[in-house]
C-alpha cells in the first residue's frame, strides 16, 4: 500500500479558532485515501496563513517537503489546488520540482499525477485558476482608479498641490488667479495646438517661467503639470478662465 501525507491549510484566525474547516479537509483526505487504497501516515496542517505565503512562512508545508525528502511517503494529498498554493508558478514549481518523485492528489479537481493526463489536466487548471486572478486584479485596479478619479473631480486632497491650485482645508480646489494657474492653463491650450512637451518646456524656460519647483522645466513636469490640471480642473478650469 502507497504511504500518503496529507495537506490542509486555512488563510484566516477565524478559521484556525474554531477548525471546522480544517477538519472537514482532514475528514475529506481520510476518505480519499481509504477509498483509493493509500496509508494516510500524517496530515501537515497550516492554520491562518495565507496561500500566498512561501514556505519559509508556513510550518506545515515545510513539514510536508521534509516528508517527500526523506522518502519516506509516495502521495501527497489535499482538498484543492489552492491549499497548496494560489500562485500557478509556484503550483507548478512544487509539483515538478519538489513533488517531482511522489503522486500528487487533488480531491476538488479529481487530480492524480500518477498519470501523463493528471498532470497535463493540473497544468491547464493551474493556469485557468492564474487567469482568474489576474482578471480580478484588473477590475480591482480599474475600479480603484475610477473612484480616485471621482475623488480627484470632488476636490479631495490626495497628496501634494498641484501647480495652479492651493489647499482648502481638506479640499484641493483651482486657484484662477495665481500665476501656476495661468501658466497651466497655457499648457492645456498649447497642447491643444499640437505642440510637443518639449516645444513647450523649452518656450517656457526662455520666457522665465518659475518651474513647479524651482529648476528648468522639462518634458516630464510639462506632461506632469497638464495631466493634473486637465484631471483636477474640468468644467471648473473652463468657468474660470
Not at 480642473?233 to 474660470?240: P, W
Request: glycine share 12%; net charge positive.
Amino acid at each position: 500500500m502507497k504511504r500518503a501525507v496529507g495537506y490542509v491549510r486555512v488563510s484566516t484566525e477565524e478559521q484556525a479558532r474554531h477548525g471546522a474547516s480544517l477538519e472537514d479537509q482532514r475528514a475529506r483526505i481520510a476518505a480519499y485515501c481509504a477509498a483509493n487504497g493509500l496509508e494516510l501516515v500524517a496530515v501537515r496542517e497550516d492554520a491562518g496563513i495565507s496561500g500566498a505565503a512561501g514556505p519559509g512562512e508556513r510550518p506545515g508545508l515545510r513539514a510536508l517537503l521534509e516528508d517527500v525528502r526523506s522518502r519516506g511517503v509516495d502521495a501527497v494529498v489535499f482538498p484543492a489546488l489552492d491549499r497548496l498554493s494560489r500562485s500557478v508558478r509556484d503550483l507548478l514549481a512544487l509539483v515538478e520540482d519538489d513533488f517531482a518523485r511522489v503522486e500528487v492528489h487533488s480531491l476538488r479537481e479529481r487530480i492524480d499525477t500518477g498519470s501523463a493526463a493528471g498532470r497535463f489536466v493540473l497544468g491547464v487548471l493551474g493556469c485557468a485558476a492564474e487567469l482568474e486572478r489576474g482578471l480580478m486584479r484588473e477590475r480591482t485596479s480599474a475600479g480603484t482608479r475610477a473612484a480616485l478619479a471621482r475623488r480627484r473631480a470632488a476636490g479631495v486632497d490626495l497628496g501634494g498641490v498641484p501647480l495652479g491650485f492651493r489647499r482648502e482645508g481638506k479640499r484641493i480646489v483651482p486657484d484662477p488667479g495665481s500665476v501656476g494657474w495661468r501658466t497651466a492653463r497655457r499648457i492645456v491650450a498649447l497642447r491643444g495646438e499640437g505642440w510637443s512637451y518639449r516645444r513647450i518646456a523649452a518656450a517656457l524656460d526662455g520666457e522665465g517661467v518659475p518651474a513647479r519647483r524651482g529648476g528648468r522645466w522639462t518634458p516630464a513636469s510639462v506632461r506632469s503639470v497638464e495631466r493634473a490640471h486637465r484631471e483636477r480642473a474640468g468644467s471648473a478650469a473652463d468657468r474660470a478662465r
